[in-house]
Structures are given as C-alpha cells and as structure tokens.
C-alpha cells in the first residue's frame, strides 16, 4: 500500500531522498486538504489511487504547458489549485531532489559552506529552499508572484516530518521544521518569510547580504518571449550577484530540455563575463572557462543525471501523466562570489596546463554523456575539460580498462586519465593497457 510504502521510507533519515519522505505526509495534506478532502494517508488504497488518477490527469496537463508548447511557462498556473496540486506532489519533489543533488555535489567537492541567510528566486512553495534548509539556515527569503505558491511554501517549512507528527498534521500544522542533515546545527529554527513580487517589473532586489540565492526552474520563465531575454536575465541577476555575501553562492537550476538548457548555459558565461573579477564557477564544471557545448551546435546541451526510483504516490502520479521518472536531471550551475583580489581564469584564454596535458595525453574533466557504443565495439564518453569537449574510448570486454573502473563511469563523474592513446580526430582518446584513470570526484545519487 502507499501509506506502508511511505511510512517504510520515512524511517530513513540519512540523505534527501529520505529526508523527502519524511516531507511526503506533509505534502500530501497540503495538497488535498487545501481542497477539503479528507487527508490521503486516512483514504484506503483504492480512494489513493482514484485520487492519484486525477490528480495525475492535472499533472499531464501541467507538464505538457511546461514543457511542450510552454505556454503556461512564465503563467500563474499556481492559481489553479488542480495545478498546484499535481506541482506539490510530483514537480515539489522533483525541485527538492534537484537542489539537494546539486548542494550534495558542491559538499563532495569541498565548497560547500555554512548557509546562514537563503534568498529563493521564483521559489514558488518552496522546494529549492527546503533542501537548502538542511544544511542549516537561520533566514529565508522566498520571492514569487504567486501568492498561493507562497502560502503553500511557508506552511510547508513549518510542519511536521516525523511519522509520529505525521498523523497530527491532519488535524493542525505544527511550529516544527525541516529536519537538518546529520552534523548540521541549528541555534534555533530558520526565521522563513516571504514576499508576493513580480521578477520581471521589479526595481530592485533584497539588500542581502545573502550566504545563498537560489533560482530553481524560475529563470528559463523570465521573458520567455522576449528577444531581449538574456540581457534582462541578467540585470536581474547581476543584482543577485552582488547581493551574495563574500564566498556566497549563487545556484540556477533549470530544467534539462534544450529549450530551457542552452539559455541557463548563456547565463552562465554572461555572468562570468560580466563579473570576471569577482565571480568563478564551482561546479558542475571544471571552471570558469566558456562553455563548449554552446559552440558545439544548436542541438547539443548539457545537464547532470541522478538515478532515482521514487516511491509512491510519486511514481504513480508519473504513470498516470505518461511520464518516465527514473532518474532526476537538470542542467545547473553554481557560482561563488569572492570580493577579495583572487586569481580568477579569464573567460578567453585557454589554460597552458591543460593544452600541455593534451599534448602529454592526458584528460582531466567531467563525464557528460551517457557511455556510447560504437559499431567498433568502443566503450566512449564525451570529456568536459578546461580547454573543450574530448572524448574517450576503451574496447568493449577490455581487461585494464575494466580493472580501472572505465565501464563503471557516470555522468558528472569527474576524472584524471594519463597515459592515453591518442585516436582519429583533435581531441580523441582511447584507454591502454598503460592508461591509467582515477576519480577525483564521483558524482552524487539519489
């Protein structure tokens, strides 16, 4: 059954996907008793699924206005309490997991600070800045045009996430909050408040400063229409950038598709163009040097892949709308302000190290692509590096490449490989037996 899924999840605490289950309960209330229904986890299984079958139907509406044609992008779909509710139960979790992907990565790279105060562009209710909260908020600040998203994500930050409280909050919201992730501290619980505000009309931002500001799936719906798009992107978050404190965090979430993943990666040079003094990329790539899928071709995009098997009723409500959820993907970037003088690599030139480790046949970077099999019977993956794009390559069944872990890389993998045989084309490599490869940083799952 669902509720013995779900309670069977949430006695998990030790990563986000737990943590979400913990959150589970609590969405489900939100999203059904707003409307006056009797709380979902008090239904019996077949009422569960009759109302993961409608609310699935909305989610089918919701996701093809996203996603396909667009035209809710950018919308007050937030109005329609059919569409925030599918948002809750399905697009909430898919936000969180993202988010908490993304911080979990910039933790596994050493350069994940400590969040006092959060800034949450376009939060809507709240999913970028619940994961956020986990590593140990004092202060959020959630901004949207939707005052219905806004109410949603301020009672949500403050009820309950244990089983036991579970079961009270179909009666009353409780003055508990998020759960923070093991060796986290809190003083007391985070001070959450919000404001209704148009991110296209406004004049200014919150004067900050602030550890954090996130933006998750609301940049790609600012002008969405308007050839001017990306010089008001990034006005807008120019002023993000200089509301960051000194070592803040400026972290953009997007959806994967290309329509709405080349625009984040533009963003992204832009804002390393523009503050080059004072701005450096932390992740996901290997720096701040221009992005080379943009030069790549107008049907090349690039964006991190998470596994993940969600639990019910989130993998029904995908059945229900025709979608496939087994993994979490997003195309994201992290950006670090440091006021201080810093040495920070210009956005034109090409790093002479790196030009030397090509020349010595050696790759350093990020795995991007799934592996890719050729008629050749070769193993490849597309190579991120700090001069461009390269490729690697290892025969299918290969003894040294399999005792190096070759076969076993994921995307968003970073990795060292020395040694290599140098193929047909540029930047073509291929795995020897005196090839070597070692792991830098293997990237996070659900």
Known sequence: MIQALYEDKASETTNPKSFLASLYSSLLYIAFG?????????????????????????????????????????????SNPDFLSAYLLYYWPVSFMQTSLALLE??????????????????????????AVMYGAERVLLLDRSEEALQQALALLSIPTTKSAAAAATTALASTTIPVLPGVSLKAPPAVSSHVTDLETVDTLPEGPFDLIIA???????????????????????????????????LVIEPSALATSRPALALRNRLLQVFSDSLHCLAPCPGSHPCPILAAGEGRSCHSTWAWDPYEPIAALATAAGLDRDSVKATWFALQRTIATHPTQDMG??????????RYHQLTGRVISEPMLNKAGRLRYIICTATGLATISAKTGDSAAETAGFFSLH??????AAHLERREGERNFGFVAESTLSMSMKAPQA
């Open 411 to 416: 995307r968003g993998d970073m990795i060292e």
């Open 34 to 78: 707003r409307k006056g229904k009797k709380h979902f986890l008090e239904e019996d299984v077949h009422k569960q699924t009759e109302a993961a079958r409608t609310t699935g139907h909305a989610l089918q509406q919701l996701q093809r206005g996203l996603t396909g044609e667009r035209r809710f992008a950018g919308e007050a779909y937030f």
């Open 216 to 250: 998750c799936h609301s940049a790609n719906e600012l002008w969405k229409q308007d050839p001017q798009a990306l010089d008001k992107r990034i006005r807008l978050f120019g002023q993000a950038v200089e509301r960051l404190s000194e070592g803040g965090i400026l």
């Open 106 to 131: 910039l933790k596994a790279r050493g350069r994940l600070g400590r969040f006092e105060s959060i800034l949450d562009l376009g939060a809507g209710p709240g999913p970028a800045s619940a994961a």
């Open 349 to 358: 030139k090409t790093p002479a190290e790196s030009e030397d480790n090509l």
